[in-house]
């Protein structure tokens, strides 16, 4: 049947009609944008600090400067998400993943005085775009709002409007050429919220000093340099000048280096290798009382061995380091007493060696700086 004349006069009135659609965004309005940081790492490795790394820490450090507001209020929260597929176990994955999440959160808590609610952090035991060993830094950043749209005729009504669509601006800036922007990361479940980081991996340098020498009236003072979160090298000196009535003496230094592999998942217990050398002349005072109550010795001393200990972390800044080695001593030496304050000596040219014991310590450690 075909349409009247009326019915084609109606259809065209609706047709030439504006349809009114939704209005552009006000100025109050905002489009969310997300501005991506991407910090690299060496598979199966947690060292911070990498070529390219350093560009991306301070654009990151910009963007938290120009919001450190919202950041610290909690309405712009730092999303990290720490990626490691490069280790062969799903738990060595995650560890990893946590460990270099805290590396980059240490920066930020170091520099900027950010605290561990200031981020929602995310470890993956998965790659990312075939980007094994990376973190991942998002702050959602209010975009600017759009213009309104000028219209060329103002008497007249402006054109539809098409329908509003809801985009994400994606500003990346990253030091793996393989990340494409806005490719989203397969899913896996999230890992526990990361705990803060041990002081064994954050310190790099340490001053510490042996509480047991120290006792014995043997001053000591040592440096260790943490050189990943497997390794460390330490030497220790101790030295002591007393004279006292009677021919008292405890005249003694002693150097005592050592090299460290730190084990298990908290990296607390270790195993070493350590020497030491030195020269000493004592007689009485608590180390001569403790071997002979009436002679004296005087030589030189040498030992090499191996070590294990235990590091108890009291602070971020403080531990106690217990240690204990076993091997081989060798001291070269000269006895004697002492008559009215005159030394006399009994014997000289002796020579000692046994294996048992070559260190002990019970040694409060302080640390600063970041391993990196």
């Not at 094994?132 to 007249?156: F, G, H």
């Not at 494409?180 to 510490?208: D, G, H, Q, W």
């Amino acid at each position: 049947m075909k349409p009247s004349r009326l019915t084609k006069i109606l259809l065209f009135l609706i047709a030439g009609m504006p349809v009114s659609g939704t209005p552009p965004a006000r100025g109050a309005d905002r489009v969310a944008a997300d501005s991506v940081v991407t910090f690299r790492f060496l598979p199966g490795n947690d060292m911070f600090f990498l070529r390219g790394n350093e560009a991306e820490l301070r654009r990151l450090l910009s963007l938290v400067d120009e919001y450190r507001a919202r950041i610290a209020d909690g309405s712009m929260p730092l999303a990290v998400d720490s990626y490691c597929a490069s280790l062969p176990s799903e738990r060595e994955n995650l560890d990893m993943a946590r460990v270099r999440a805290n590396r980059v959160k240490s920066e930020l808590i170091t520099r900027r005085g950010l605290k561990e609610e200031n981020f929602i952090t995310t470890n993956r035991a998965v790659a990312r775009d075939g980007n094994r060993d990376a973190v991942i830094m998002t702050l959602r950043v209010p975009a600017k709002a759009a213009p309104l749209p000028v219209a060329e005729k103002p008497k007249e009504e402006a054109p539809p409007a098409a329908a509003e669509k809801k985009t994400t601006e994606k500003k990346t800036v990253t030091v793996e050429e393989t990340i494409t922007e806005n490719a989203p990361a397969k899913a896996v479940a999230p890992a526990p919220p990361a705990e803060p980081e041990s002081p064994a991996r954050l310190y790099r340098f340490a001053i510490r000093t042996n509480l047991l020498h120290d006792a014995l009236l043997l001053p000591a003072l040592g440096a260790k340099w943490r050189v990943n979160r497997h390794v460390g090298i330490r030497l220790d000196g101790s030295l002591a000048r007393w004279n006292g009535d009677r021919g008292k003496v405890q005249k003694v230094w002693l150097l005592n280096p050592e090299a460290r592999w730190y084990l298990l998942d908290g990296k607390r217990f270790y195993a070493g290798v350590s020497g030491s050398y030195g020269e000493y002349n004592i007689y009485k005072y608590p180390i001569g009382s403790f071997l002979s109550k009436d002679t004296g010795y005087q030589g030189t001393t040498w030992s090499a061995g191996v070590t294990t200990g235990y590091q108890l972390y009291l602070s971020r800044c403080f531990s106690i380091d217990f240690n204990l080695g076993l091997g081989y001593t060798h001291f070269d030496h000269d006895t004697f007493d002492a008559v009215e304050g005159t030394r006399r000596y009994k014997e000289r040219g002796k020579t000692k060696n046994f294996w048992g014991p070559t260190q002990a310590g019970i040694s409060l450690v302080w640390t600063t700086g970041r391993n990196k």
